[in-house]
């Protein structure tokens, strides 16, 4: 994702700090003990970020952010999976799939979602945080659900906000589609919280805790 750092960089806009209720006002654990099957019926297609020769982005301490997405994003379909959404995956292994390849699933398998996960880098290596993209009007709604409910699970990270992002599998995708930069591998605090198994977990419940209030606005 290394193309648009400097736009995401400068343009994002941060909201550290603001707690204000943009996707509804339920509780955490309302959507966990009440919905436990929300996504019955709806098929979501994850994209974890790059693969084989394309790498992204690298940690100081050799964090690939090919291998991370796809580790997260496996975290992901298992709870999307419990909440009895259907998952299709871009990519399940460590293979390189091209960019229209990816938004054609989504539209071949008329898909309810598709979710892109990345995780950024900068040049120096002080930028931190998590930020969440969309492209089309129609998906801001999407990316402020998702995003809220990741920071109520206490991921002890940045807030980046939410924000425009010009990236083909967003702009060219005929479905909703969000894309979310999880962490700055570039910065050593948060490539170690990004190798975590538990900021992995919570990063889900987060993510499927957002799918399931958008639907259920």
Same mark, same amino acid.
């Given at each position: ?6 736009? #995401?960089?400068?343009?994002?806009? @941060? ?7 943009? &996707?509804?006002?339920?509780? /955490? %654990? ?5 919905? !436990? ?19 992204? #982005? ?18 992901? %379909?298992? !709870?999307? @999976?419990? $909440? ?16 229209? @390849?990816?938004?054609?699933?989504? *539209?071949? /398998? ?13 040049? !120096? ?15 801001? %709604?999407? $990316? @402020? &659900? ?30 909703? *589609? ?9 910065? #050593? ?8 198994? #538990? ?19």
């Amino acid at each position: 994702m290394f193309l648009l750092i400097v736009f #995401a960089a400068i343009h994002v806009f @941060e909201f550290e700090g603001n707690n204000e209720k943009i &996707c509804g006002e339920e509780s /955490n %654990k309302t959507i966990k003990a009440e919905k !436990t099957l929300a996504l019955a019926g709806r098929r979501i297609v994850l994209d974890p970020g790059h693969g084989g020769n394309d790498i992204g #982005a690298s940690g100081q301490n050799g964090t690939l952010e090919k291998q991370v997405t796809l580790e997260t994003a496996n975290k992901i %379909k298992t !709870t999307l @999976e419990q $909440a009895g959404a259907e998952v299709l995956m871009t990519r399940d292994d460590d293979e390189y799939v091209e960019l229209e @390849e990816r938004g054609e699933l989504a *539209a071949e /398998n008329q898909a309810d979602l598709f979710v892109s996960i990345h995780y950024d880098a900068f040049e !120096t290596n002080d930028v931190e945080g998590m930020t969440s993209y969309y492209y089309h009007n129609r998906d801001k %709604k999407l $990316a @402020e &659900c998702i995003h809220q409910y990741i920071f109520i699970e206490d991921i002890h990270a940045r807030n980046r906000g939410v924000s425009y992002g010009d990236y083909y599998v967003l702009r060219e995708n005929k479905v909703p *589609a969000v894309l979310l930069e999880l962490g700055y591998i570039s910065n #050593a605090e948060d490539e170690a919280r990004i190798n975590s198994a #538990a900021f992995q977990e919570k990063v889900a419940t987060g993510i499927v805790d957002g799918i399931k209030a958008f639907f259920d606005r």
